[in-house]
């Protein structure tokens, strides 16, 4: 799944259906393959604004994952064991409307005219358009655009490598590769290994090419994630505890978050001669850099600013020597400003 310009989401879409499969070994009756499918869907009405499916324009020819391989793949006899001869694993979308489809079955990665839904180009697998001067790939995740001119185009991708019976490469890896159109010749430009002896991970992953230009890679069926300077370099590499844990795909970002409902605050005074203790915690947000308590007194009921005092993380303590009536809690973020105040309660004398 994934966001275009805020408006439109791409999904993959597995679609089974019947199948002429008997130049495969399947009659008299019609087997069944699995489609690969994208589409582009309207966020805000739900419409499909383009669709693709891999039948109308891949033959079953083109596939280097045998019917009948391994439970995973089918053998095309039923509707739940359908052959599928594509795996689409990733769909990707330039500025001129073109879309980029990574099929692991078929150890290929495609251009699609945004048009009409015809292949442009394909690189790898049994026809591809280029020419892999320097390197190969297969069973590969995560194909994305990086730069595109009418000369060159820049994709990364994670190279599996393997797809548990066949292997292409000794170590899966991040990829940024360079195709010239002017030679129909494509180059590895970098590759991203994991330290130490690698990792040969023979399903799923990702490369995310991050704003500093380094590469995080999550290597899917090996529970790790690794992040890399541009050259390669390895700065961080982590592994799930969990020997039987996966990691589909991993990704770094700012997050922000602003919860929909009001920062929670409890008061407590044991009298009304006795100190008195705020404590307050806003779930999920994320841009709380301190807490501003206001808080009235017995002889006025207006509300006035005891102390900003610097968030302490999920729950922040704040302890005033005199007693206060009633309070509220105002979040406050780095620059000072304001975020969200919450409810107003009133002291209570039972400890929460």
Same mark, same amino acid.
């Given at each position: 799944?994934?966001?275009? %310009?805020? #408006?439109?989401?791409?999904?993959?879409?597995?679609?089974?259906?019947?199948?002429?499969?008997?130049?495969?070994?399947?009659?008299?009756?019609?087997? =069944? *393959?699995?489609?690969?499918?994208?589409?582009?869907?309207?966020?805000?009405?739900?419409?499909?604004?383009?669709?693709? #499916?891999?039948?109308?324009?891949?033959?079953?020819?083109?596939?280097?994952?045998?019917?009948?391989?391994?439970?995973?793949?089918?053998?095309?006899?039923?509707? %739940?064991?359908?052959? %599928?001869?594509?795996?689409?694993?990733?769909? /990707?979308?330039?500025?001129?409307?073109?879309?980029?489809?990574?099929?692991?079955?078929?150890?290929? !990665?495609?251009?699609?005219?945004?048009?009409?839904?015809?292949?442009? =180009?394909?690189?790898?697998?049994?026809?591809?358009?280029?020419?892999?001067?320097?390197?190969?790939?297969?069973?590969?995740?995560?194909?994305?655009?990086?730069?595109?001119?009418?000369?060159?185009?820049?994709?990364?991708?994670?190279?599996?490598?393997?797809?548990? &019976?066949?292997?292409?490469?000794?170590?899966?890896?991040?990829? !940024? *590769?360079? !195709? %010239?159109?002017?030679?129909?010749?494509?180059?590895?430009?970098?590759?991203?290994?994991?330290?130490?002896?690698? +990792?040969?991970?023979?399903?799923?992953?990702?490369?995310?090419?991050?704003?500093?230009?380094?590469? +995080?890679?999550?290597?899917?069926?090996?529970?790790? !994630?690794?992040?890399?300077?541009? /050259?390669?370099?390895?700065?961080?590499?982590?592994?799930?505890?969990?020997?039987?844990?996966?990691?589909?795909?991993?990704?770094?970002?700012?997050?922000?978050?602003?919860?929909? /409902?009001?920062?929670? +605050?409890?008061?407590?005074?044991?009298?009304?001669?006795?100190?008195?203790?705020?404590? *307050?915690?806003?779930?999920?947000?994320?841009?709380?850099?301190? =807490?501003?308590?206001?808080?009235?007194?017995?002889?006025?009921?207006?509300?006035?600013?005891?102390?900003?005092?610097?968030?302490?993380?999920?729950?922040?303590?704040?302890?005033?020597?005199?007693? &206060?009536?009633?309070?509220?809690?105002?979040?406050?973020?780095?620059?000072?400003?304001? +975020?969200?105040?919450?409810?107003?309660?009133?002291?209570?004398?039972?400890?929460?």
């Amino acid at each position: 799944m994934r966001v275009v %310009d805020g #408006k439109t989401l791409l999904i993959t879409i597995y679609q089974t259906g019947p199948y002429d499969l008997e130049a495969y070994g399947i009659y008299p009756e019609m087997g =069944w *393959v699995m489609d690969g499918v994208f589409q582009e869907v309207d966020i805000e009405t739900g419409e499909v604004v383009f669709e693709w #499916k891999s039948l109308d324009h891949v033959p079953l020819s083109a596939t280097l994952t045998p019917l009948r391989l391994d439970a995973r793949v089918g053998d095309g006899l039923t509707k %739940d064991t359908a052959w %599928d001869y594509f795996h689409i694993n990733s769909v /990707d979308k330039n500025p001129q409307g073109d879309y980029l489809v990574s099929a692991r079955h078929t150890s290929c !990665i495609y251009k699609i005219s945004g048009t009409d839904g015809s292949i442009i =180009w394909q690189l790898g697998g049994t026809q591809s358009s280029f020419q892999l001067a320097n390197y190969n790939f297969s069973y590969q995740h995560d194909a994305r655009f990086r730069e595109e001119n009418e000369t060159t185009t820049v994709l990364s991708l994670f190279d599996n490598g393997s797809n548990r &019976h066949q292997n292409t490469s000794s170590t899966s890896s991040g990829m !940024i *590769v360079s !195709i %010239d159109h002017s030679t129909n010749t494509s180059t590895l430009v970098r590759q991203y290994y994991a330290p130490g002896d690698g +990792l040969l991970s023979p399903s799923q992953g990702n490369a995310q090419v991050l704003p500093n230009r380094n590469v +995080l890679i999550g290597w899917g069926s090996k529970p790790s !994630i690794s992040e890399h300077t541009e /050259d390669g370099t390895a700065i961080f590499f982590a592994t799930l505890a969990s020997p039987d844990s996966q990691n589909y795909r991993a990704f770094k970002c700012n997050w922000t978050a602003k919860p929909s /409902d009001s920062p929670a +605050l409890r008061a407590y005074s044991a009298s009304t001669n006795s100190p008195t203790t705020f404590w *307050v915690s806003w779930n999920g947000a994320t841009d709380v850099d301190g =807490w501003r308590i206001h808080a009235t007194t017995p002889a006025s009921d207006e509300f006035m600013p005891l102390d900003v005092i610097h968030s302490q993380g999920f729950q922040t303590t704040f302890v005033s020597t005199s007693y &206060h009536p009633r309070s509220f809690a105002e979040g406050i973020a780095a620059d000072g400003s304001s +975020l969200a105040n919450s409810s107003v309660v009133d002291t209570s004398s039972s400890l929460p």
